[in-house]
C-alpha cells in the first residue's frame, strides 16, 4: 500500500515536473527574457541552442544560471512544449531535422513580421510546414524588454490563436502564469491579425492629430478675422510673424487644458463628494 502511495506521488511528481517544463529554442534576445520570465514563474526551463557548447548562459546574466542549455534535438526530445524563439527566416533550417520528434507537440511561435500581411502569417507557415505539431501564436505582441523588466504586468494582453483548443488553453495558462492577460483569437487564422498588431504605430492617431489640425484652424481663422476684418490691424505679410505664432500657442493651451479637463472635473467631483460624506456624517 505505501510502495503503491509513493509510486503514485512520483508518477504525479514527474507529471507535474513534465507539465512544468517547457523549452525554448533560441538563446538570443527574446528567448532570454522569456527564459527568465519562465523561470521566475515557476517553470523548469531549457534553452536549446545550435551549439550550447560554446554559450555560456550564466556568464550572459547570472539569473540564467538554472536555465539548463542543451542541443536544439535535446530540447525537443524533453519537453512538449516548445517556444520557437528564432527569427521565422531560420525555422525551416532550424527544425526540418527534428520534423518526427516534433510529432504532437506545442510549438510556441513568438515570431514578428517586418511587414503585414494578409495573405498568410508566420504562424501559419509553420504549421504547414510542420503539420504534426500544434503551433500556437503568442507572445509576439510582448517586447524582450517588457518580458524581462515588467513583472507587473497583469494587464498586458497575450493574444492567442491555435487551431488545437487544448493547446491554446495550456498556452493561456502559461500567460495567466506569467502574470498576463491571455486573449482567445481561435483558429490559426487569427494570427494574420495578431501578427499584425506590433506593426500598427499610434494607432489611435488620426483622432488626435485631427482634432489639433481643425482647433489650430480655428483659432487661425478666429485671428485672422480679429486682426484683418474687425480690425485691420496688421499687413498681410505680417501674418507669418504676428499671427500664426499666437494661434500655434492657443491651439498649444487649448490643447493642454482639454486633455487635462477630464482629471481636472474627476478631482473637483471627487473632493466634493467626499467632502459631503464627511459632513453628513458630522465630521
Ligand atoms: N526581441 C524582441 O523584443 C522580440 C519581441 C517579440 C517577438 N520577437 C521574436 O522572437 C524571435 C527571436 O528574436 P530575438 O530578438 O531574440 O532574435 P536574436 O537575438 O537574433 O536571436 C535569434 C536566435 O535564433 C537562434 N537561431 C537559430 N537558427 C539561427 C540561424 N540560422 N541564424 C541565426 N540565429 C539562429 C540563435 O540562437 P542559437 O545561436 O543559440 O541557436 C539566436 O540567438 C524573432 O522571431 C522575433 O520576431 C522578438
Known amino acids: 500500500m505505501l510502495e503503491q502511495l509513493e509510486n503514485m506521488e512520483s508518477t504525479e511528481m514527474s507529471s507535474k515536473e513534465q507539465r512544468r517544463r517547457v523549452g525554448i529554442l533560441g538563446t538570443g534576445d527574446f528567448a532570454r527574457a522569456l527564459a527568465k520570465r519562465l523561470f521566475f514563474s515557476g517553470y523548469d526551463v531549457i534553452l536549446g541552442s545550435r551549439k550550447p557548447e560554446k554559450k555560456a548562459m550564466s556568464a550572459i546574466d547570472q539569473c540564467l544560471c538554472n536555465v539548463q542549455l542543451i542541443s536544439v ?24 531535422e527534428h520534423i518526427e520528434k516534433l510529432e504532437g507537440k506545442i510549438v510556441i511561435d513568438v ?46 494582453q497575450v493574444f492567442i490563436a491555435s487551431n488545437s483548443e487544448g493547446a491554446r488553453d495550456v498556452v493561456a495558462n502559461i500567460a495567466k502564469d506569467m502574470n498576463f492577460r491571455p486573449v482567445d483569437f481561435g483558429g490559426l487564422f487569427a494570427s494574420r491579425r ?85 459632513v453628513s456624517r458630522g465630521g
Not at 219 to 226: E, F, T
Request: with cysteine; hydrophobic share 45%; proline share 3%.
Open 73 to 96: 534535438e535535446e530540447c525537443i526530445k524533453s519537453t512538449s512544449i516548445i517556444f520557437l524563439a528564432v527569427h521565422f527566416d531560420n525555422v525551416k533550417e532550424l527544425l526540418t
Open 111 to 156: 515570431s514578428n513580421k517586418d511587414r503585414p500581411s494578409t495573405v498568410t502569417s508566420n504562424a501559419e507557415l509553420v504549421q504547414k510546414m510542420f503539420p504534426g505539431c500544434k503551433v500556437v501564436k503568442a507572445f509576439n505582441v510582448i517586447s524582450a524588454y517588457a518580458m524581462e523588466n515588467d513583472y507587473n504586468s497583469s494587464s498586458k
Open 194 to 278: 495578431i501578427e499584425k498588431h506590433p506593426l500598427r504605430l499610434f494607432p489611435e492617431w488620426r483622432g488626435p492629430i485631427g482634432f489639433a489640425v481643425g482647433l489650430f484652424n480655428a483659432w487661425l481663422l478666429y485671428l485672422i478675422y480679429i486682426y484683418y476684418i474687425a480690425e485691420s490691424k496688421y499687413q498681410w505679410e505680417q501674418l507669418f510673424v504676428k499671427v500664426l505664432n499666437k494661434a500655434i500657442c492657443m491651439s498649444g493651451i487649448t490643447t493642454l487644458s482639454v486633455t487635462y479637463l477630464a482629471s481636472s472635473f474627476a478631482t473637483v467631483f471627487k473632493f466634493t463628494t467626499v467632502r459631503s460624506i464627511y
